[in-house]
């Protein structure tokens, strides 16, 4: 079991991190600005800037996971026999 959720990860990891850099750079640097001069730090620029521009990307890389983990019966099949 351990061995297939390596595997997952290993497959899919890419993937899934070259999306969030395409919704990162999406973002516009103005928001970060804006966020800077009303005093929020790190955190609260995360929590109310970059989460909810990324929400679209976040609901993609679900439903993309949640297919391609449906489809995923012939490796788990193959691996465990």
């Known amino acids: 079991l351990i061995s297939l959720i390596i595997a997952t990860i290993w ?3 890419g993937f899934d ?3 969030f850099y395409a919704g990162m750079q999406n973002i516009p640097r103005h928001y970060y ?3 800077a001069i009303d005093g929020a730090n790190g ?3 995360f929590r109310h ?3 909810p521009q990324l929400s679209p ?3 993609f890389v679900v439903v ?3 297919i391609s ?3 995923m019966f012939d490796q788990a099949n193959i691996m465990t026999k």
């Open 64 to 66: 993309i996971g949640i």
């Open 49 to 51: 800037v970059t989460l």
């Open 43 to 45: 955190w609260q620029q």
């Open 69 to 71: 983990h449906l489809q």
């Open 33 to 35: 600005e804006a966020a």
């Open 17 to 19: 991190l070259i999306l």
């Open 57 to 59: 990307t976040i609901f």
């Open 11 to 13: 497959k899919t990891f």
